[in-house]
């Protein structure tokens, strides 16, 4: 799944919702009768993917928020396992 | 109803607790059906006044300000409650996210669609009674009709369509024809659970716990379902706790993230909780959910390893378990502070094998002479509705 290319648009699956919640200091996401507490970077990644933005403008996004270079192998790596996970899928 | 049961991945039952990440609202005990393996109190015709809407909504605005974000609508059938939008619409305006757990009974076109609006999150679907119901299936009858009419509702309204099957002995051998049945009522998740021995399902234990060959069946014609339906419909078997060697990690300790709330406004750290001897629950009625969460005396007495006896107090999985569940260690050896027997450290661990065995025996035998000793299999309602405490010492 590394293979992504930059021009897909994940977004949180149909069902699922994520929010920031201050009495986990966390971003928690939401499905039937479960949640995931996400680190900081799952946290950051997730929360920009809002199904308009491409994953290379996610990147971009992150690195300038960041002052990082050279996220976008973890971020595609993440996005990948995400997908996985069913907790980002990807839109048109 | 299973289904109400925190999966949650948050970890231990720390003496400074965490906030009570899950809430469940049981509405009302009212419900047009009369399940026998409804975990429902025996006694709950003798609960006081249903909270009204105000309350639930205070109640909702005092979790979610603690940190609650998982909410649960169960019952009774909460479809009942005619403020059941307004209780959603609030619920949704804080941030929740909403699981309405119900029999489909009342969930017309005109509800859903205002449940929708209102914010609902997600609806899991359970069979009433399974038998009936795959009878209807069958036959092609009314019952059946109506419950296709809820689950297309459901897909049309853009929510998954989940099932909740609960099993027992009665409808175990059929479990082909449930998923059958599932199947033809466009089911994309399957939960078949097995009865879990509470309320009403204690009652009846004898007549509902399955032999371990009924068991392996099942899950053997589930795991040939499953693969022939991969990638359209994902199916859960949960085995029944009295054929595991570990007990189950109840609620992840009481009072580590699980908050219910009876319809009567009792707070319980579990939804079987009422029945504990001793546990004084308090109502939100009388306190905010803040000091029930923190500090009532109910909430704070299995948190942490200080109730512990032997063998779990030295036991190096206590942190993963908790002791199990403080109900069926109740229910089973009298003591709610005892190892819960499904363990097969527990020295009562003979009371679960029994129990077993005369499972095992009236599998073989059918009913007969030995069948004959054991109660009448007891349907839910409210002329029978009869504190189970006093079904206690006859099995301790």
């Given at each position: 799944m590394?293979d ?7 977004a ?11 009495a ?13 507490k996400?680190?900081s ?39 990948a ?7 980002l899928?990807?839109?048109e | ?7 949650s ?16 609202l049981e ?17 709950f015709a003798?609960?006081?006044a ?5 309350e ?16 649960g ?11 059941l ?14 699981n ?7 969930l ?6 205002a ?12 069979f ?32 998954p ?26 089911a ?49 078997f ?12 109840c ?11 009876a ?35 109910a909430f ?8 512990m ?17 403080r109900?069926?260690?109740y229910?089973?050896?009298?003591d ?20 077993v065995?005369?499972?095992?025996r ?17 349907f839910?309602?409210h ?14």
């Amino acid at each position: 799944m590394s293979d992504l290319p930059d021009t897909v648009k994940p977004a949180i699956s149909q069902g699922l919702k994520l929010q920031w919640e201050p009495a986990q200091d966390a971003h928690v996401l939401l499905y039937p009768e479960g949640m995931v507490k996400l680190n900081s970077s799952a946290g950051a990644i997730m929360s920009r993917c809002d199904g308009a933005r491409t994953l290379a403008e996610i990147v971009a996004d992150l690195e300038h928020s960041y002052g990082l270079s050279g996220l976008a192998a973890d971020v595609r790596a993440f996005v990948a396992l995400a997908l996985q996970k069913h907790w980002l899928e990807l839109r048109e | 109803m299973s289904g109400a049961v925190p999966a949650s991945p948050v970890q231990t039952a720390a003496p400074s607790p965490g906030p009570p990440l899950w809430l469940l609202l049981e509405l009302t005990y009212r419900c047009p059906l009369h399940c026998v393996f409804c975990y429902n109190p025996t006694d709950f015709a003798r609960t006081g006044a249903e909270l009204p809407t105000a309350e639930w909504l205070r109640v909702l605005r005092e979790a979610r300000a603690l940190g609650a974000v998982q909410l649960g609508l169960s019952g009774g059938e909460p479809l009942v409650r005619e403020d059941l939008e307004a209780i959603v619409a609030e619920a949704h305006a804080l941030g929740f996210y909403i699981n309405l757990i119900t029999s489909g009974v009342g969930l017309t076109r005109a509800r859903i669609a205002a449940l929708k609006d209102a914010g609902l999150d997600h609806i899991q679907l359970s069979f009433q009674d399974s038998t009936r119901e795959m009878n209807d299936f069958l036959s092609s009858t009314r019952t059946f009709e109506l419950k296709s009419q809820v689950a297309a509702l459901i897909r049309e309204f853009g929510y998954p369509m989940v099932l909740n099957v609960v099993l027992h002995r009665l409808n175990i051998d059929h479990v082909g024809e449930i998923l059958e049945m599932a199947e033809a009522l466009g089911a994309q998740y399957v939960e078949l659970a097995n009865t879990q021995y509470y309320g009403w399902a204690w009652l009846n234990r004898a007549h509902l716990l399955p032999s371990r060959a009924q068991l392996e069946r099942a899950e053997a014609v589930t795991q040939r379902f499953r693969e022939r339906v991969a990638g359209r419909m994902q199916i859960y078997f949960v085995v029944p706790d009295y054929f595991e060697r570990r007990p189950k990690a109840c609620m992840n300790g009481l009072g580590s993230v699980f908050l219910a709330i009876a319809p009567d406004g009792i707070a319980m750290p579990c939804h079987a909780a009422r029945m504990l001897p001793g546990l004084e629950l308090p109502s939100v009625r009388a306190a905010d959910i803040r000091s029930i969460w923190y500090d009532s005396a109910a909430f704070n007495r299995f948190r942490g390893e200080g109730w512990m006896k032997e063998p779990c107090r030295s036991c190096p999985e206590r942190g993963k378990d908790f002791g199990g569940c403080r109900c069926q260690a109740y229910l089973l050896t009298g003591d709610p502070d005892n190892t819960d027997p499904v363990c097969e450290l527990s020295p009562q661990h003979a009371l679960v094998t029994a129990a077993v065995e005369r499972a095992e025996r009236a599998g073989r035998e059918g009913p007969g002479p030995g069948a004959a000793r054991e109660q009448v299999l007891v349907f839910r309602d409210h002329r029978r509705s009869i504190p189970v405490v006093t079904e206690v010492p006859a099995r301790r």
